[in-house]
Nanobody, 125 residues
């Protein structure tokens, strides 16, 4: 059973930074896809960044140049470094994973079967 556990959320002022972590367990290999999504109440879940099983990283347009995705394979941990945060980045952030996701659908939430519990990120002065 695959499990994902997120950490690192919180509150920060505009222009500040936060780093989210997601630890994956239950996979029998290191080749799997992981991604971060976010969702505000009443809105659709938005794909932020994803890493494919071959290491290819894709970012959503709203975070390009501000957020950076990385993965520590030895620790089965996905990181999301968020810089230059804006009030509109306030959301619940979710980690997602699956053994394989097509490159063309890497930021589509319905392609993932495993999800973390979500973690709040608030950007406010």
């Amino acid at each position: 059973q695959v499990q994902l556990v997120e950490s690192g959320g919180g509150s920060v002022q505009p222009g500040g930074s936060l780093k989210l972590s997601c630890v994956a367990s239950g996979y029998t290999s290191t080749d799997y896809c992981m991604a971060w999504f976010r969702q505000a109440p009443g809105k659709e879940r938005e794909g932020i960044a994803a890493i494919e099983d071959d290491g290819t990283i894709t970012y959503g347009d709203s975070v390009k140049g501000r957020f950076s995705l990385s993965k520590d394979h030895a620790k089965n941990t996905l990181y999301l470094q968020m810089d230059s945060l804006k009030p509109e980045d306030t959301d619940i952030y979710y980690c997602a994973s699956d053994s394989y996701v097509d490159s063309a659908k890497i930021l589509i939430p319905y392609e993932y079967n495993y999800w973390g519990q979500g973690i709040q990120v608030t950007v406010s002065s």
